[in-house]
């Protein structure tokens, strides 16, 4: 299978089988023609050791230092070697889980070897006015729980979007095959990013501008590790500027605000400018 993460087509080829039938509307609605820039490709091995596979998925994601033994980086293509007692075990969470940290590395490996600036980022994205709003916050935020109050076809994804530029300077969002919580049915084009909104549980619907300088701290976490898999402490480094450079650029040109809101089906109106709603 190709499946389009932000603009590059990345082959899954998943020879282990992985609990995820219940995602594979998610991947399957980003499915696209070849060839592809990068490859994972996930097989079962009876020999691998459980403890070593996970120690490799932070290296990977460069959260320990060393090379992998069981996920390995060669050229444009990744291969996890999944132990066959883990893939066992796997629930509707970790594997899931496992899988994003795979499409994750490949959408970073695509973005260095093409040297196009692209990120993702983490949040439920609303269409509105041909566009969306950028719903976020740490786990547990809402955004999940907003995004299940939407109208059909209101949803592009509410997990994560990957955030790029155009020739004028805006900066558009395109839904991923990351897997959610709901499958998105808005646009696969990228579109232009209204505004972008930090959630807040609350027991009224509350919009709430934020200074842009102010809101760089909270867009920072929301912005997914941009390093090549395996990176090194240069890679670590650019690594940072380049999220920062990513969150000032958010703050700088889009509205931020912060929205508290009750979990009912009046917020998303509210969020979205469409209905009542406190503001200020």
């Known amino acids: 299978m190709i499946v389009r993460i932000g603009s590059w087509p990345v082959d899954l080829d998943l020879r282990a089988p992985l609990p995820v039938h219940r995602w594979l509307p998610w991947l399957q609605r980003h499915e696209t023609d070849g060839p592809a820039v990068v490859s994972v490709r996930v097989v079962p091995d009876r020999n691998a050791d459980a403890a070593t596979f996970l120690e490799d998925l932070l290296r990977l994601q460069g959260l320990a230092p060393g090379p992998g033994r069981l996920v390995r980086c060669a050229g444009p293509a990744i291969e996890a070697r999944v132990p066959e007692g883990l893939v066992e075990t796997l629930d509707r969470t970790g594997a899931p889980r496992l899988l994003n940290i795979l499409l994750c590395a490949a959408f970073n490996l695509a973005r260095a070897s093409r040297q196009r600036d692209e990120v993702l980022f983490h949040a439920a994205a609303l269409v509105a006015d041909g566009g969306v709003v950028l719903a976020t916050g740490p786990s547990g935020a809402g955004k999940s729980t907003l995004a299940g109050l939407a109208r059909p076809g209101q949803v592009l994804h509410d997990e994560a979007v990957a955030l790029s530029t155009d020739g004028e300077g805006r900066i558009l969002a395109r839904g991923t095959p990351l897997l ?35 809101a760089v701290p909270d867009l920072l976490p929301q912005i997914f590790r941009l390093s090549v898999p395996f990176p090194s402490s240069r890679d670590l480094a650019l690594e940072a500027e380049a999220r920062l450079h990513w969150a000032s650029r958010l703050a700088s040109s889009i509205p931020v605000e912060s929205f508290s809101f009750a979990p009912e089906p009046s917020a998303v109106p509210a969020l979205l400018g469409e209905g009542s709603g406190e503001r200020s």
């Open 180 to 214: 959610g919580s709901l499958v998105g049915e808005g646009p696969l084009d990228p579109l232009p990013v209204r505004r972008v909104a930090l959630l807040e549980h609350g027991s009224a619907n509350r919009r709430r501008r934020i200074a842009p300088v102010g």
